[in-house]
């Protein structure tokens, strides 16, 4: 919200400059945005046209004769056609400062001119929200000489505060006014709210709530208006917070609005039904044509305002045209009502509207202020000449809160610091707050215009609103010890160290992607097509980042997967890895990179759960058929790998060969804690086999077959290279295979390693059909 | 024939001048063989021992053996002098020590990881638990739990993904502590960070996802000088020994009172009046702190009147952008090299 400090500081003195309440207000609660600097405006006075006559000289050119408070009048040349005798107007002097320029004593066609009349513009003010033709007019009552920039606080700084959703009531000069008040503890200069129409036999008026999305409604009837321009002082207001300046009487209104946070509306008496307001759900298919010229088909969940013959304006949001304050209006009613934030809200969005009032009405207003700001928008139509009726009220009347009884020591338990009674109570009536302190007790009643203070922590907040938070001194906890764990971030926080030692670099892909893939969970309120659907794996999206670089690189990244399970959605964490590496020319049966990924991950599953997974041929969408493998732990499959699809690879247009792979981490066991069983104190001795079996043997098989027939005293069996070649039979491959054997209890001796190469060789041939080469 | 004496002596002198001469281990050793060796001029002297009368020949032996130990001293010696020498001249070596270092296979840990390690580590020292737990979320959790009850205009606030009706992506990681309160009573003690979505549009400071670091601690006694401490210890242990922490009031449904929390600028220490980071106002917003609200703790059944607590909640790339003064939070998901590469 936009406030002058001119207009602030109309309610409270306080003690400081611009930068100095911006800082405090921040550390209220309420931080500026920004701080608005006005451009330097100097010397520009009241000025009254006593007589106007053609330039002689020009036929484009006045000549004014201006009482500007001096013994003298002067005489002004002026291009404007918007001036006439009688007019009260802004003239700049000779000397004069404006925002683009110095007024000097200048001769034009002959006639030497002693000022200059002031358009809105030339006074930094929006010339679309003013005088759009012309030379600014005064209020016809002004005195001549009187300074112009002081009067309308043209020059004063503008502070634009962000006002938390909780604190509507600080939507407000007034609300704001209050806290710098009770911060400095200087006095609150408040204005009249004594409504001159209380008295006054007759309402005319009346209302009936068909709504409980209204809680209080204060309907009040003036007479003996004429809508004409504002005052130039409230205009210049209402510009400066962002509001348009209508007329006299819609300016009342909305200056209220900014003073008090209470939104009023104004409604031309003659267009209201027999005087009878009724606030209902809307009809359906009703149609109003708002203020904005739009005309508007309604539905029941709007709320309206309404009279016996229809809708006239949507309730806190809006008014209709047909009812609009305008320049035949000459009686008014005046609304000051509270609607529950929520109906406001759904209207306001029903229609894509949001104005100032819905952003007020929408955090819900507590009643009091509509009898508070009904009466200050009836001081000021009096003083516009109006005649006050009754005021009458609708609804709930605006109760006070119960007292919260509270201990002593809420303030110690919840800030750690401690005050006594009397500061306390300082604190809380500085804010309106009513405090009786009673054996061990603090009741507390909370002002009538606020009404987010309900329970001890909203009184303690603002007792540290009021001590400021800086007073609240650090303290290091003792934190007891408890049960909760940490295993599943230990476990990613590990698995991510690891990948990081095994040369790969993690990455942070999208999880909202464009395709959508089988079982993906479709968004209702996408941002754009191209993240509608969670993903449902991490591959593509870090195979689609190494596609775009122009040498070999190793990604991973850590993240959750989704998948749409009979409208349940089945959520897990992995880790997802791919690389890119130069492509090998090498023979269709061999693939070095595919055992380096393997090595990576049966490392990382070694690193995680203390176990050997083991390895078995697999088929994975998006993996080539025959270059993909799962790793089983205790057999469950917790990993899958492989070469990229020759097919897929294709479409990431990538210069490399790509792999990939990912690790269901929900799926890793708890680590096992590895145990130590010491070397034979006796050497060892190991025997070469040279192995020729068929091509779909497996070097698996191979080893577990010979480690089996080679019983106890096998340490290791490894098949240590493969061959496919000339030398070798066509369907079959030759493999070499070292196996190692030692005895706890003395040296293996050469004939039982023989003896027991022997029996591998036997079962090798039987169950793999494995010969020996020669 | 020759006194022995003669010979030894004359045999010495001459091994003597050898020794000396030898300029490297290699031809000493040439030398040892030829005066020592199996077929050495000693053995050669040895030898003739037999021709002596056979009193002579115990003393002629220990001759030779004593002529035998000076010249082996003599050997050691001069080995010695030599490998001193050899060692001196390495010594003299010059290699170009600025020459490319051969590069290790190692990978990186991304920025936003880096700063959640740091931060999580942080609290584990301090006995907090790290938790983790699911995007998608009931609104239960994510709201109404959170004493954001349907209707609440703070619920906008929130601009989030639905997934349907009462699911949604986790707007921030609150939903962590409600989900821990339930499953443990007090004291409760977490850190919870994790990927969080909103829709915002992605420009150089959104992105429609993030991570948050949500911090929750309730027991009995715990005040909002706690809160105080514990996160001007973390904007330290993240930015530097010297770090200021500022509270400033604001509003959360979930927590009251409630603080927005700014740390002094690390990038300009507060003093530069334009300074790219803060802005010239010297404060970088960290995110919403505050004392757990009472109706929070009601929820999953803790008595507000016996324990106490604080929460808060940052965003993790807010905390890596300022950490490693990054331009654009893009960067985090470009998965460019070099930006992995400049910050590991």
Redesign the interface.
């Known amino acids: 919200m936009r406030i002058p400090i001119s207009w602030l500081r109309e309610y409270v003195d306080v003690p400081a400059e611009s930068q100095a309440i911006a800082e405090r207000l921040a550390m209220l609660g309420f931080p500026v945005a920004e701080i608005v600097r006005r451009p330097a405006i100097e010397n520009v006075v009241v000025g009254r046209i006593s007589s106007l006559e053609r330039h002689p000289n020009a036929d484009r050119l006045n000549l004014c004769r201006v009482d500007a408070g001096a013994d003298a009048p002067l005489t002004i040349v002026t291009a404007a056609t918007n001036v006439a005798a009688g007019q009260v107007v802004p003239v700049a002097t000779i000397g004069a400062r404006l925002p683009h320029l110095q007024i000097e004593r200048r001769t034009m066609r002959g006639i030497a001119s002693e000022g200059m009349l002031c358009s809105p513009d030339e006074l930094a003010l929006p010339p679309e929200w003013f005088e759009a033709d012309g030379i600014m007019q005064l209020d016809a009552e002004s005195t001549p000489g009187e300074d112009v920039v002081a009067l309308l606080g043209l020059a004063d700084d503008v502070l634009d505060v962000e006002i938390t959703g909780n604190r509507v009531d600080a939507m407000s000069v007034i609300g704001l006014a209050r806290e710098l008040a009770a911060s400095y503890r200087v006095p609150l200069r408040l204005p009249s709210f004594e409504n001159p129409g209380r008295g006054e036999p007759e309402p005319l008026a009346r209302v009936a709530l068909e709504s409980s999305d209204c809680s209080h409604f204060v309907l009040q009837r003036f007479d003996g208006l004429r809508a004409t321009l504002g005052a130039a002082r409230t205009r210049v207001r209402l510009a400066l917070c962002g509001v348009r300046p209508i007329n006299n009487v819609v300016d009342v209104s909305n200056y209220v609005m900014l003073e008090t946070a209470q939104p009023l509306h104004v409604y031309d008496a003659t267009h209201v039904a027999e005087q009878r307001l009724i606030v209902r759900d809307a009809r359906p298919g009703e149609r109003l044509l708002t203020l904005d010229g739009i005309e508007r088909r309604l539905t029941p969940a709007a709320l309206v305002v309404a009279d016996e013959q229809g809708a006239l304006g949507l309730a806190g949001v809006m008014g209709g045209a047909a009812s609009e304050v305008g320049a035949q209006t000459t009686a008014i009613l005046l609304e000051a009502a509270t609607f529950a934030g929520a109906r406001v809200r759904r209207t306001a969005q029903l229609f894509g509207l949001r104005t100032e009032a819905s952003t007020r009405h929408e955090k819900s207003l507590a009643p009091a202020l509509a009898e508070i700001a009904a009466s200050r928008a009836a001081q000021m139509l009096l003083g516009m000449g109006a005649r006050a009726y009754a005021p009458v009220a609708a609804g709930e009347q605006a109760t006070p809160r119960a007292a919260v009884s509270r201990r002593r020591d809420d303030v110690t338990r919840l800030l750690g610091i401690t005050l006594d009674d009397a500061r306390i109570a300082g604190d809380l009536t500085a804010l309106g707050c009513s405090v009786v302190a009673s054996d061990g007790h603090l009741e507390i009643g909370a002002p009538a215009w606020r009404n987010d203070l309900a329970i001890a922590a909203d009184f303690v907040e603002e007792v540290a609103r009021m001590e400021g938070y800086d007073a609240i001194v650090a303290a290091m906890p003792t934190v007891a010890s408890h049960e909760i764990s940490s295993r599943e971030y230990e476990l990613e926080a590990g698995a991510a160290r690891t990948m990081c030692a095994l040369g790969y670099h993690e990455t942070i892909t999208y999880s909202l992607l464009g395709a959508r893939s089988d079982n993906a969970v479709e968004l209702r309120n996408p941002l754009s097509e191209d993240h509608r659907y969670l993903r449902t794996e991490i591959a593509p999206a870090l195979l689609a980042q190494l596609a775009r670089l122009a040498h070999p690189y190793r990604l991973f990244e850590i993240g959750h997967v989704f998948a749409d399970e009979g409208g349940l959605v089945a959520e897990t964490p992995v880790l997802a890895f791919a690389v890119a590496v130069e492509r090998s020319g090498e023979p269709p049966w061999r693939d070095v990179e595919f055992l380096r990924c393997k090595g990576d991950i049966e490392t990382l599953v070694r690193v995680l759960t203390g176990r050997r997974p083991r390895v078995e041929r697999a088929e994975r969408r998006g993996l080539h058929p025959g270059k993909c493998a799962a790793l089983l732990v205790d057999d469950v499959p917790v990993a899958a790998f492989g070469r990229v699809d020759p097919r897929e690879e294709r479409a990431y247009a990538a210069p490399f060969a790509l792999y990939a792979g990912s690790i269901r981490l929900d799926r890793l066991p708890e680590p096992l804690v590895p145990r130590y069983r010491p070397p034979s104190r006796y050497p060892s001795t190991y025997r070469d086999l040279a192995l020729s079996v068929g091509a779909e043997v497996s070097a698996e098989s191979v080893e577990a077959t010979t480690t089996q027939a080679i019983g106890d005293i096998c340490t290791a069996v490894r098949v240590f290279d493969e061959y496919r070649g000339p030398q070798v039979e066509r369907g079959r491959k030759s493999l070499a295979v070292r196996a190692t054997m030692r005895r706890f209890d003395g040296t293996i001796t050469d004939e039982e390693a023989d003896a027991a190469v022997a029996r591998a060789v036997e079962a090798l041939h039987k169950r793999l059909g494995a010969t020996v080469r020669v | 024939m020759i006194e022995l004496a003669t010979l030894l002596s004359a045999l010495r002198e001459r091994f003597a001048a050898a020794v000396e001469a030898a300029a490297d281990e290699r031809a000493l050793d040439e030398v040892r063989v030829a005066y020592l060796g199996r077929n050495g001029e000693v053995t050669t002297i040895r030898r003739s021992i037999g021709k002596l009368p056979p009193e002579r020949r115990p003393g002629a032996g220990k001759e030779i053996n004593d002529a035998v130990a000076v010249m082996e001293a003599l050997l050691q010696e001069r080995h010695a002098q030599l490998e001193a020498r050899d060692v001196e001249a390495s010594l003299e070596q010059r290699i170009d020590v600025t020459f490319l270092g051969t590069p290790p296979?190692?990978?990186?840990?991304?920025p936003?990881?880096r700063v959640i390690?740091d931060a999580?580590g942080y609290f584990?020292r301090?006995?907090?638990?790290?938790?983790?737990g699911?995007?998608?979320e009931p609104d239960y959790y994510n709201f109404d739990a959170l004493n954001i009850p349907p209707?609440h205009?703070?619920r906008?606030?929130f601009d989030s993904?639905?997934?349907?009706d009462s699911?949604l992506?986790r707007p921030h990681t609150s939903p962590m502590q409600i989900r821990?309160m339930q499953l443990?009573p007090p004291?409760?003690?977490?850190v919870a960070?994790g990927?969080c979505?909103r829709?915002d549009?992605v420009d150089a400071r959104h992105l429609?996802?993030f991570h948050q670091i949500e911090g929750l601690?309730v027991?009995s006694g715990?005040?909002?000088?706690?809160l105080?401490?514990?996160l001007?210890?973390l904007c330290r242990t993240l930015f530097g020994a010297y770090q200021q922490?500022?509270?400033?009031?604001?509003?959360f449904p979930f927590t009251?009172?409630?603080?927005?929390v700014d740390t002094t600028c690390p990038k300009c220490g507060g003093r530069a009046s334009a300074c790219s980071m803060c802005g010239g106002s010297g404060w970088i917003e960290l995110g919403g702190a505050g004392?757990v609200?009472?109706n929070v703790l009601r929820e999953v059944g803790y008595d507000p009147e016996v324990v106490?607590g604080w929460a808060f909640g940052f965003g993790a790339e807010r905390l890596a952008l300022v950490r490693y003064d990054v331009d654009d939070v893009r960067r985090?998901?470009?998965?460019d090299?070099d930006f992995?590469?400049q910050l590991a």
Not at chain 2, 256 to 260: C, G, L
Request: net charge negative.
């Open positions: 296979q190692f990978g990186s840990l991304h936003v990881r390690e999580c584990e301090h006995g907090f638990a790290v938790v983790l699911p995007e998608v209707e205009p703070a906008e606030g993904f639905w997934v349907n699911l992506l821990t443990h004291p409760v003690a977490i960070p990927r979505y829709r549009a429609f996802q601690l027991a715990v005040h909002f000088g706690h105080k401490g514990m001007t210890g922490v500022r509270f400033r009031p604001s509003f009251e009172p409630s603080a927005e004392m609200h009472p106490s985090f998901v470009d998965g090299p992995f590469e």
